[in-house]
Every structure is written in structure tokens, then in C-alpha cells.
Antibody, heavy 116, light 113 residues
Framework: EVQLVESGGGLVQPGGSLKLSCAAS????????IHWVRQASGKGLEWVGRIKSKAKNYATAYIASVKGRFTISRDDSKNTAFLQMNSLKTEDTAVYYCTTSPEDYWGQGTLVTVSS | DIVMTQSPDSLAVSLGERATINCKSSQSVLYSSDNKNYLAWYQQKPGQTPKLLFY???TRESGVPDRFSGSGSGTDFTLTISSLQAEDVAVYYCQQYYSTPRTFGQGTKVEIK
């Protein structure tokens, strides 16, 4: 059974940092690209960024609004991906999902709240 | 960035009637080297994670009922529900994966009239 489990969400003050994890099982993690998608309460889906596989040099890409603040990484030996979020802003408040490609798997999401 | 624009933002359809959702991209998502449209459709039911319905614009994901169909090419795409069922109440999103950032449409909320 395929599973993606996000963790690490919580309440953080503006300007703070948080590191999300995405633990995978049930498929060949190392062959997959990992994407992070977020959804603010009552709003639509927003693709945040992705990291490709080792075969594609772990290439990363981000949306403009998080570039320089967020970093995606992965540890294939632990079937886990990470989203390091620094200099957080109130507008980063959302549920963060990790997803995969080319197979389309989604985790249940973890809530990040940025508030003073 | 490619901007994805869906229409309408919401629609109410009677049970058994057709629902049609449009998605327009600001530039073509048809990749000439493989003649594939890099366009996906997702369904998100209340309180649930998004579920992939179609990829390559019209290839139905396994398990998706055949009352759902995806069509279009280039910059204009359509998701059709031929006979709306109660369980189809959801928000539907298109997403292009032709280039990064992989942008989503704003979503279309489908309700029962």
C-alpha cells in the first residue's frame, strides 16, 4: 500500500522557520519526483516546488513567492523528503501536501500556521 | 509562468444532467516532440485530498467512472461529467505540468441544483 505521511507542521511566528517531512512507503521513492503543494483554508491548490530524482540530479524548482526562503531536499536512504521553510510569512499559512510524479500519490497534508 | 483560468467558478447542475468545466492556459501546453498535452484534472471532495482524474488531458486514471471525460488541446481544455451524480459534488482543478511552476486553475465548484 502506498503511503505518504507529512509531519512537522504547527504554529510559528512570522519570520520563524519550520521543517516539514514527507515519509514514503509502498513505491520506489528514489525514482519519483517529490512535489509540495499547499492549500490555504477555503482556497485553491498552489504548487510550491519540487525535487527530481537522483537520475535527474535532484533538480529543484520553486514558485517565485518562496524562492530563497524554502528549500526542498530528500534522503532516498530513508524514503523521506523535506521542505525547509525560513522567513515564514502569514501568507504561508496553509495545509502542505507532498505529492509524487510520475505516479500521482498524495499525503494527507500537514497544517502550517504562521501567526503572532 | 503559465496562467490557468477555469470557467465557471461554480456551477449547479441537476442530478443526471451534464456538467462542463473549461480550462484555458495562457500558452500552449502541447509538447511538439511527443504531441502530448501536459494537462491534468483533479477532483477534491470536501475534507479530502485531491484525486487525479485525467492526465495528458484525456487519459482517464484507473478507477475513474466513464461519465467523466477530458478533452481539448493546446490552450483550451474541457472536463465533462455526462450525468452528474451526488458523489460528484467537489471542486475540480486543472493543472499544467508543461513547465515549472506547475500551475493550477483557481478551481470550479460543482454543486447539485
Amino acid at each position: 500500500e502506498v503511503q505518504l505521511v507529512e509531519s512537522g507542521g504547527g504554529l510559528v511566528q512570522p519570520g520563524g522557520s519550520l521543517k516539514l517531512s514527507c515519509a514514503a512507503s509502498g513505491f520506489t521513492f528514489s525514482d519519483s519526483a517529490i512535489h509540495w503543494v499547499r492549500q490555504a483554508s477555503g482556497k485553491g491548490l498552489e504548487w510550491v516546488g519540487r525535487i527530481k530524482s537522483k537520475a535527474k540530479n535532484y533538480a529543484t524548482a520553486y514558485i517565485a513567492s518562496v524562492k530563497g526562503r524554502f528549500t526542498i531536499s530528500r534522503d532516498d536512504s530513508k524514503n523521506t523528503a523535506f521542505l525547509q521553510m525560513n522567513s515564514l510569512k502569514t501568507e504561508d499559512t496553509a495545509v502542505y501536501y507532498c505529492t509524487t510524479s510520475p505516479e500521482d500519490y498524495w499525503g494527507q497534508g500537514t497544517l502550517v500556521t504562521v501567526s503572532s | 509562468d503559465i496562467v490557468m483560468t477555469q470557467s465557471p467558478d461554480s456551477l449547479a447542475v441537476s442530478l443526471g444532467e451534464r456538467a462542463t468545466i473549461n480550462c484555458k492556459s495562457s500558452q500552449s501546453v502541447l509538447y511538439s516532440s511527443d504531441n502530448k498535452n501536459y494537462l491534468a484534472w483533479y477532483q477534491q471532495k470536501p475534507g479530502q485530498t485531491p484525486k487525479l482524474l485525467f492526465y495528458w488531458a484525456s487519459t482517464r486514471e484507473s478507477g475513474v467512472p466513464d461519465r467523466f471525460s477530458g478533452s481539448g488541446s493546446g490552450t483550451d481544455f474541457t472536463l465533462t461529467i455526462s450525468s452528474l451524480q451526488a458523489e460528484d459534488v467537489a471542486v475540480y482543478y486543472c493543472q499544467q505540468y508543461y513547465s515549472t511552476p506547475r500551475t493550477f486553475g483557481q478551481g470550479t465548484k460543482v454543486e447539485i441544483k
